[in-house]
């Protein structure tokens, strides 16, 4: 079985320049989530779709970061303007159902986001 | 609002020795407690899921503790190796299937 698959692995840009994260969920998966991990820190759960609709975008900020989730597949993250402090690994995972909580999140390897 | 802690951030043990990991939760209302493992540059990897009415899982070297009252898990390795090198990381299914994580344990096994 496939794994969940991110593009690019690494990215360096410029601040106040865009950037955009591609997923690939693993197949038949409903839930899809992205995650941003800063150095040291544990991963932070930044937007949560259910199919082609959105959970939680809570702690996406909005100003500045949107996602898609179309025909309730693939996703993408899009930045902008980058700001420093959005240097980060963004995370892609997924799940089959996700919301009651008793469903396994499989995560892709991330893409490495530095922002100069 | 739930929080995760983990403890140490940072250990180095020599090969060969049993070591613990902790990790504390500030409200109990969880589903599950999972730990995870992250290599550098590399996404992350599930160890253990625990459900919320258990009390401990078991993969190979690996045992898991919950104990949702306290708050508490706690992951115990055993017989470490150098290929246990890595980062763990606690985090818990809360309301709506979202993971809480901690900010990990960075373990350095020596040979």
């Known amino acids: 079985e496939a794994g969940v698959a991110q593009s690019p692995r690494y990215k360096i840009i410029e601040k106040r320049q865009s950037v955009a994260f591609w997923c690939n969920p693993i197949?038949?998966?409903?839930?899809l989530y992205w995650y941003q991990q800063i150095l040291g820190q544990g991963p932070k759960l930044l937007i949560q779709f259910q199919n082609n609709g959105v959970v939680d975008d809570s702690q996406l900020p909005k100003d500045r970061f949107s996602a898609e989730r179309l025909k309730g597949v693939d996703s993408t993250l899009k930045i902008q303007p980058a700001k420093l402090e959005d240097s980060a690994v963004y995370l892609c995972a997924s799940s089959q159902k996700g919301l009651a909580g008793d469903n396994e999140q499989f995560f892709g390897p991330g893409t490495r986001l530095t922002v100069l | 609002k739930q929080e995760v802690t983990q403890i140490p951030a940072a250990l180095s043990v020599p090969e060969g020795e049993n070591l613990v990991l902790n990790c504390s939760f500030t409200?109990?209302?969880?589903?599950?407690l999972q730990w995870f493992r992250q290599d550098p540059g590399k996404g992350l990897t599930s160890l253990l899921l625990?459900?919320?009415?258990?009390r401990e899982q078991t993969s190979g070297r690996l045992n898991a503790s919950l104990d949702k009252s306290s708050g508490r898990s706690t992951l115990y390795i055993a017989a470490s190796q150098p290929g246990d090198s890595a980062t763990y990381l606690c985090?818990?299914?809360?309301?709506?299937?979202?993971?809480?994580f901690g900010q990990g344990t960075e373990l350095s096994v020596k040979p």
């Open positions: 409200d109990s209302a969880i589903y599950n």
């Open positions: 985090a818990v299914w809360v309301k709506g299937g979202k993971l809480i």
């Open positions: 197949s038949g998966h409903a839930t």
């Open positions: 625990i459900q919320s009415s258990q």
